[in-house]
């Protein structure tokens, strides 16, 4: 099947599986780049593994310290007909790299919320690797159903107490609006906390450490966002950064949890990128594609990749994670730079639909997105046909 972009909204429906390949390749290659990560983890479990900072923590973990890796995530296979999704095309590219690389790697598509998931990756982690030194929670996820109760969440990006009005960009046109998001109402900023606040990362570690797969020394983190005031309203302080104070809450039990066992759990607050999951969130888009223009012309721009890269070099393997007064792993460092943050509000206030292609790099953002599907990556041939029905090799 020859496969071209469907954009719909905030998302692109189609992928392409020779493009989602030559990204894989992309980015171990900027991971193999900067050499070996000595002291790295060597047995990991990614919980989202398949896009984004998950995926990005699977290459930096496997091919920077020849980790084997067990990853979870919720995907749809393709068929003859229809594209699979782009996190089940990087799955299908990354095991086959790591196939060739001599790294063993297992793969999950399910619901990492069920008990099921848990109880099937447990029994791997015994079968194949033992125990795991480093376990990864990249969940982004819209809604979760609770193994317990049954009661399914949804999570909503809102703020909360009043509403909020900014500047938006439409990412398909270039149209620089504004937006009025209402509040949260009623329960929602609980059910956005049930969805991606910490008690599923707990019951993922709770239940490790029960069946003693967690090794000593063992590391777990999980990821969070807290960007410039100008979105605050929609993150840190709305639904979302609600769930991310739980998470925060959750980092504390674990490390004492984990304590016992020389082991340590971080959250890392990582910078903000085109992602599936930020390209849903408003406001943030236009701030991203500024951004971009801005640390790309400052010399200090990162991907996923850049951003695993260095945490797991740099900060975890080297001892050295510079945590904050709240005890965070900050790799939005560079993003929070004053002089980046003040090159991007200047340019904030005056942004327009007609200034948005010198002041940001709207271009440059709908590249971004494009590419999380696989598509405008260089060494593709789009002209081509090509096998939309492969198949991840570690799930039959
Ligand atoms: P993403 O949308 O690229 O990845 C989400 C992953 O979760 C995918 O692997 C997906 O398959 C998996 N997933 C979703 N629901 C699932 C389920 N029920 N069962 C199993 N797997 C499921 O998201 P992204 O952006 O990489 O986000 C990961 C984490 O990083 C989130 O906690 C997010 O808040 C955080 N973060 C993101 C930033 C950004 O700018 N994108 C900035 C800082 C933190």
């Known amino acids: 099947m020859i496969v071209a972009p469907k954009i719909r909204g ?42 984004g900072y998950g995926l990005a923590s699977r290459i930096a973990t496997a091919f920077g310290s020849g980790a084997a890796t067990i990853g979870v995530f919720f995907e749809k296979p393709g ?61 982004a996820s819209p809604r979760r159903t609770h193994p317990k109760t049954g009661e399914t969440f949804r999570s909503v990006l809102k703020p909360i107490g009043e509403s909020y009005t900014n500047k938006n960009l439409d990412t398909t046109t270039g149209v620089v609006n504004e937006i009025t998001i209402e509040p949260a109402e009623g329960d929602e900023p609980a059910q956005t906390i049930a969805v991606m ?28 966002y807290i960007g410039p005031e100008i979105t605050w309203p929609i993150y840190t302080k709305g639904t979302i950064g609600g769930a991310k104070e739980d998470l925060e809450r959750v980092q504390r039990l674990l490390d004492e949890k984990l304590a016992p066992l020389d082991g340590k759990a971080w959250v890392s607050v990582n910078k903000a990128l085109v992602t599936q999951a930020s390209s849903a969130i408003p406001v943030v888009p236009l701030y991203i594609s500024l951004l971009y223009k801005v640390m790309k012309d400052a010399g200090n721009h990162e991907d996923c990749i850049e951003q695993m890269d260095r945490l797991f070099r740099d900060r975890l393997a080297n001892r050295n994670p510079q945590p904050d007064e709240n005890g965070r792993i900050r790799v939005d460092d560079w993003e929070m730079l004053p002089e980046i943050q003040q090159t991007v509000m200047d340019a904030w206030k005056k942004v327009t639909t007609e200034n948005l292609p ?15 599907f696989g598509f405008g990556i260089d060494g593709v041939d789009y002209d081509a046909d090509t096998d939309t029905a492969v198949k991840v090799p570690s799930i039959s």
């Open 10 to 51: 905030f998302i692109c429906t189609t992928a392409h599986p020779d493009g989602c390949a030559k990204h894989i390749a992309d980015q171990i290659a900027v991971v193999k780049g900067r050499g070996p990560i000595e002291n790295g983890p060597k047995k990991v479990l990614v919980i989202g593994a398949s896009t």
């Open 79 to 139: 068929d003859k007909r229809r594209t699979a999704t782009a996190g089940w095309y990087n799955s299908v590219a990354f095991e086959k790299e790591a196939q060739a690389a001599g790294l063993y790697a297992k793969s999950f598509n399910g619901d990492a919320f069920s008990d099921e998931m848990k109880t099937q990756v447990c029994q791997a982690i015994k079968d194949d690797l033992g125990q795991v030194d480093c376990v990864v929670y990249s969940l």
């Open 197 to 224: 606040g910490g008690e599923d990362w707990q019951m993922w570690i709770d239940t490790l450490l029960e069946q003693n797969l967690i090794a000593p020394g063992a590391t777990t983190l999980a990821y969070s």
């Open 358 to 372: 010198e002041l940001g790099d709207l271009a440059d953002y709908q590249a971004s997105f494009l590419r999380l």
